[in-house]
């Protein structure tokens, strides 16, 4: 009897230990929990897987074998393999969620850019494609840093240099544009002997954060009916941030009502 009741008691006891040291299983994630889920942080996480896996194709045996279309639409497809799925998944950042589906709608692109390969505009649409993706790599890096492994890096900033320049180049011409506004002529008092000799000046300040080493523009002359009658070329050099000049131009034509100015170049 005794014996029984030792067995009894040592199951009853190695139940119990078993019992204890078992983990708890993880409760599975709710209903409730999935509908409020957002998905920034692995979009940034695949976002980074498929470039990566990008690479690794680039320097494959298969791309290498393959023709300039097919090894180009290949690299794009495994980006979008890896991150199309976020197009209709919810965001908590407004922000990251326009930038990341303008970079899966710039994907897209590529693949229909590759659609025209051969034609003559080829390459200059491949290449503002490359321009608007790596933009956009420096402008999600810029909300949320993406790490990569330390032999995928030197490929990531020679991307993101890239988008920098674009993003700088941008916003110089934004900001060239935005001087034309500066260019209000008014007449000024006529001192030359020539009947229908008419003066216009401006003095233009350059508002903007940027230095113009030229800058140009074309001043149509119009008539009362808004027709081109003749059309000047007025320039700027060595245009510095905060520089104030003076520029003007002339007419002859009895027939000037009205000008527009038109930016011509910059640099």
Known sequence: MKRLLCVVLCILLAVAIVGCGAPEAEPSESAE?????????????????????????????????????????????????????YANLPFEDNVLKEKALAYINELNNGIDVLSTYGADAFYDNWSAHYDHRTQLLVEIDELYP???????????????????????????????????????????ENESSYSGFRTFEATVEN?????????????????????????????????????????????????????????????
């Open 146 to 188: 993406l790490t990569f492994d330390e032999e995928y890096q030197t490929i990531f900033n020679e991307l993101t240099s890239n988008g920098s320049q674009v993003i700088e180049n941008n916003e110089k011409e934004d900001a060239a544009n935005s001087l034309l506004s500066q260019f209000e002529f008014v007449e000024a």
């Open 207 to 267: 508002a903007t954060d940027f230095d113009f080493e030229n800058y140009g523009v074309n001043i149509d002359i119009l008539n009362a009916e808004g027709i081109v009658i003749d059309t000047q070329y007025c320039s700027v050099d060595n245009w510095t941030s905060g520089k104030k000049v003076k520029v003007e131009f002339a007419v002859f034509d009895d027939e000037f009502a009205s000008y527009e100015v038109k930016l011509d170049y910059y640099a």
């Open 33 to 85: 929990d999935q509908e409020n889920k957002v998905y920034d942080n692995d979009f940034i996480a695949d976002l980074v897987k498929g470039c990566e896996a990008r690479w690794d194709y680039a320097n494959s045996e298969e791309a290498a074998e393959g023709d300039e279309p097919t090894y180009l639409k290949n690299g794009i497809n495994i980006e979008l393999e890896a991150i199309s799925k």
